[in-house]
């Protein structure tokens, strides 16, 4: 039973006794689920998840309920359930998540809200609480109307563009139907963020090209550079341009016709650079998109985590259904074909990257968020990383047999001598192959899951790389794999 409660669980909380005197301990993490997407507080059992049980579940039940009605406002909806785990009496208490956000704890005449960053329950940062009001106000920041009269602004590059992807002419009414202002002519902040001037201050995309595969100084390290502001039709165009500009298209000869070869698939990177527009928050401010190309990959990051509160490296992508922060802005996306209105962009990365040629598993596209943050990573599948090293090695071997041929049969001694040296010789390790030692020798018991979120690479690549260690003798996997641990050699 006590197995069933911690799988079901998106987040857990364990708690070997009910803390009456200083309840904070335990009802901030009852705020922090009722605020994003629920979870439950294990009473009676210990940290590392081991049942040590309560000695009157029932009492401890009623002052579980009263403690919540008296301490938490609004009284979020709780489901109290007992069980006895190898003879000891459990206590689940589980948070169902929550309409009426933000839910405070108060006490001493001072209150506080809570969210959940990890397995941890902190206190919400401001903005966070100002997106956690419009949410449970049943708003959202694009929706809300400003004091700007849209006779102010023009809208020149919406109107074109919407009439060349929808096939129809942009009507005077649409901008009320659409939501971009309110009956009287006021524009809201999606409207603002439709605009061509750069309405919204933090409306804005910074792009680089890195010389390499780290971030180093913008002056010293970055092959290009551009940043832009504007409406949110401009920065997906420029955004796209900015890769394109950055990035090359291979090709190989076929019989009767040449196969391209492009390092991204554009339409993977068009849906990037929208996930990013459309579900930013844009309440954060001082904080922009930023684009980072490096030689082997693109990061696509924004401000805002996941809308529904949960780590997306945590979720099964194939689950995850369509929550909008900004539903205005995603609806008038969705109109000019930009996006689908199904929560299928993620999947459409994946899959126009997988039928790229040249794609293999490793190069699966990688998403991670945390509270303020959501970043995509696409790899360039013509990024021969894994044949860098051998075809090194062939090239230097090739070289000194040319010289060598030159001389006669007596320096064969010689020859095998240099070319028993090169078989021999240590080739480098990569910048991932070195990432993963180093996180092995933090944390020698770390998963193959951790280890991906870790250095940002996906399961897949994780794998190929920890194979390539093993064969080259720098590590070794002790004991079972569910139990065991990595050893560096």
């Not at 919400?124 to 949410?135: M, R």
Request: proline content about 3%; overall charge negative; aromatic content about 8%.
């Amino acid at each position: 039973m006590l197995d069933r409660y911690i799988a079901e669980a998106t987040q857990c909380d364990f708690k070997q006794a009910l803390e009456t005197k200083k309840p904070k301990s335990w009802l901030k993490s009852v705020c922090a689920f009722a605020n994003g997407i629920g979870g439950t507080l294990l009473f009676g059992v210990d940290d590392d998840g081991r049942p040590v049980g309560l000695e009157n579940i029932k009492d401890d039940s009623e002052k579980i309920s009263e403690l919540i009605k008296t301490r938490i406002v609004p009284v979020p909806q709780v489901v109290i359930e007992t069980f006895e785990e190898d003879g000891k009496a459990i206590l689940a208490l589980s948070v169902l998540p929550g309409r009426s956000t933000p839910y405070w704890y108060k006490a001493d005449g001072s209150r506080e809200t809570f969210i959940r960053i990890g397995n941890e329950s902190v206190s919400a940062p401001d903005y966070t609480v100002n997106e956690l009001i419009l949410k449970g106000s049943n708003q959202s920041y694009d929706a809300m109307v400003t004091g700007e009269k849209r006779s102010l602004y023009s809208f020149t590059l919406l109107e074109a563009t919407y009439r060349e992807r929808a096939g129809i002419p942009f009507e005077l009414s649409d901008y009320t139907s659409f939501g971009l202002t309110d009956s009287n002519g006021f524009l809201t902040n999606a409207g603002k963020l439709m605009a061509d001037q750069h309405a919204v201050y933090n409306s804005r995309i910074f792009c680089t090209r890195w010389n390499g595969l780290k971030k180093g100084s913008v002056f010293d390290d970055a092959l290009d550079d551009k940043e832009y502001a504007g409406g949110l039709i401009s920065l997906l165009q420029n955004g796209r341009d900015f890769v394109k500009n950055n990035s090359h298209v291979r090709f190989a000869k076929a019989p009767k016709f040449r196969i391209d070869k492009p390092d991204y698939a554009e339409r993977a990177v068009t849906e990037a650079i929208v996930n990013a527009l459309i579900h930013r928050d844009y309440i954060l401010m001082g904080a922009e998109i930023h684009i980072d190309m490096f030689d082997d990959r693109l990061e696509i990051s924004s401000p805002g985590g996941m809308f529904s509160g949960s780590p997306i490296q945590d979720r099964d992508i194939s689950q995850i259904g369509s929550y909008r922060r900004n539903p205005v802005i995603a609806d008038l996306f969705h109109r000019m074909r930009f996006m689908e209105r199904r929560g299928s962009g993620l999947h459409r990365i994946i899959s126009e990257t997988e039928r790229l040629p040249g794609y293999q598993e490793s190069m699966r596209p990688v998403f991670l968020s945390d509270q303020s943050s959501f970043k995509v990573i696409i790899y360039n599948v013509n990024y021969a990383e894994n044949d860098t090293n051998s075809t090194i090695d062939s090239t230097i071997k090739s070289n000194i047999n040319n010289v060598l041929s030159k001389f006669d049969q007596s320096n064969s001694t010689i020859k095998n001598t240099i070319n028993s040296t090169i078989d021999d010789a240590e080739i480098p390790l990569t910048e991932i192959q070195n990432d993963i030692l180093n996180a092995i020798a933090e944390s020698p018991d770390i998963s193959m899951t951790e280890l991906g979120h870790k250095i940002g690479r996906s399961r897949s690549s994780v794998r190929y790389h920890i194979q390539q260690l093993k064969n080259a003798g720098k590590i070794q996997r002790e004991g079972t794999t569910r139990t065991g641990k990595w050893v560096v050699l």
